[in-house]
């Protein structure tokens, strides 16, 4: 028995925003909702749903505002959804979303391409949409994931230094959650616990969740050094789907199936049932036919005498912090 | 710059023995030279090039004694060669390999469907073969991995105390260098690193290399944690080749290129220059056409920018230690 309460984290699933925005084929509004519903099952008490986006740009998110009235039905789950300026703010904090979560880019070339504003231009939207939530939404949550915070395809290298100050100026524009994300694969686990230990410096408890890639393998390697780092949120896209793949055959984001294993396996408590997560997957699967998903413990299955840490049902969740 | 040396690791490649001995095909004679020759090439110093069985029983394997013969010739190659028993050292010692690696189960389950011998007996068949050395070929190192450190799929869990006490005796019959193989894709990063540290303190410097697969996604992350651990020797297979894949499309050993990546992406020297290992993955899917191939960095390419180790061409060795 350990002497200590284990720790626990938090596990974001993202695959219903980054998943299937990222995917060609649209996800019938009924399988979306079949899927988010065993993702709950499986013990999930954080799924980013959907994005607030104009529907002719991104057709696979039209049906975001009935998917977060679908979420909201479902009991201690905190609903998220991807906005990328005010006017999306408003329409998610009008659906009903308990969190909003901005990407904001630490290269500037990143920025202009994703999202045709320059890094002080996004500063001055995060600015409008913290006083939106102010004023008329003031429970919503507000966290930002940094893109691009480990190295940019498209500028190459990008200063550390750069990063941590614009997580300083996102948390003095109100926002409460400031993450790192590897939207091009490129962290290794020195960098990430080097970062993220600047992060906690910087800007304390307003240190948020490591958003990694697999793009070269290095996913869960990143995941353990930011969980060395003191990292306790961990973004992860159920079989791997979405991120950016910038090759054939290689994945995006994390899986959250090897993920949730992983820290299980290590007594870590991510609430997650692994069985329950595996029928999930079935869900998902059934929605999106014939697009491969990954990871490698659904296919292996879990061990012979595998034990999931105490927490791991989410009909009985942990005390511990 | 950094203050002090950067960190030194050895990949020890055990593709063409670990790896061939696992698929169906027989990869020919000139193929294996070939592959094993760009390996070198990559910067490869350390290679398992074969196994000491008999021919009847692995017709991979039947032409090691002149894949033996060309690895000589490769200047500054560590020519290793697994055997399961005396006899078979006999043969290796004889064809005038540097190494011997020879496997020995922790679970006496696994010993017995493995080779057929209590770990009792294993331990016997070690002092033989270290007084086989001791009088023939005392210049011959003698590394033993222990088989389902980790876990065990015949018998479940494995006591930790019971592999450091395995070493320890192995230490005591001759072994000069003892390491951990997670046969079964059944470790975690703590355990890993538990295991490791228990391992150090019980026998010091015949601690021995970490044998990680990846049949659960987990193979980088426990490499990350033995190397925290002070583990500086890491098994690994090109294309992540053979190992236990226990399941379709779950690959079985750490994929070299993918372990290189990492390391060299936090300043780690390997020694292994990543362009030219990746030619080397055409000289080994040159010699088995149709065999799947694991590993995200070969697909997905190096990073833009990236710089590999100042010791990263082999024409460059490193003086650091």
Known sequence: MPLQPPS?????????????QSVAATMPTP????????????????????????AHLLPQMADVAEVVRHALTLPGLTVMALVP???GAEAAVQAGVHKLTVPVSASEAHSLANVRK????????????????????PHVHLEVGISTAFGCTLQGA???????????????????EVGLSDTTGMANPAQVRRLFTQLRNAIGHHSGAAHMHNTRGLGLANCLAAY???????DASQG?????PYAPGASGNVVTEDLVFMFEAMGIHTGVNLPRLFEA?????????????????PEAGLPRGFVATAAASPDHPSTTP
């Not at 626990?8 to 299937?20: A, C, F």
């Not at 060395?228 to 961990?234: L, P, W, Y």
């Not at 791997?240 to 950016?244: E, I, R």
Request: charged fraction near 20%.
């Open 8 to 20: 626990t984290v938090l596990i974001s699933e993202v695959g219903p925003r980054d998943g299937l």
């Open 31 to 54: 399988h979306k909702l079949a899927w988010i519903t065993a993702l709950h099952a499986a013990g999930l008490r954080e799924i980013e749903v959907g994005s607030f986006v104009p």
């Open 85 to 87: 300026n005010r006017r």
């Open 118 to 137: 320059t890094r002080a231009q996004m500063l001055e939207e995060m600015r409008s949409i913290h006083a939106l939530r102010a004023e008329h939404a």
């Open 158 to 176: 990008v200063s550390e230094h750069d990063v941590v100050q614009l997580a300083e100026q996102l948390v003095a524009a109100g926002v409460d």
């Open 228 to 234: 060395d780092s003191g990292v306790r949120t961990f």
């Open 240 to 244: 791997g789907l979405g991120g950016c």
């Open 281 to 297: 997957r079935q869900a998902l699967a059934a929605g999106l036919p014939g697009e491969p998903l990954y990871g490698m413990t």
